[in-house]
């Protein structure tokens, strides 16, 4: 027994911590919004610029 519970318990808190940390995951990913294109030519160092595509999106929207 895993933490001095049973294994039901154990595995109930795992599924519970493990949808919990996803659903985290998930909504960060949406907020930020990460830009997944990939530049045919690579930037080179320095030149690198990073946004907030959502929070630009909802600051244009209002």
């Known amino acids: 027994m895993p933490a001095g519970v049973s294994w039901p318990t154990y595995l109930k808190m795992f599924t519970a911590s493990l949808l919990a940390m996803c659903a985290g995951a998930e909504v ?13 030519i690579p930037p ?3 030149e690198l610029k990073t946004e907030f595509l959502g929070l ?7």
């Open 28 to 40: 960060v990913h949406r907020y930020y919004r990460p830009d997944l294109t990939i530049p045919e």
């Open 44 to 46: 080179k160092p320095g």
């Open 56 to 62: 630009k999106e909802r600051q244009q929207k209002s």
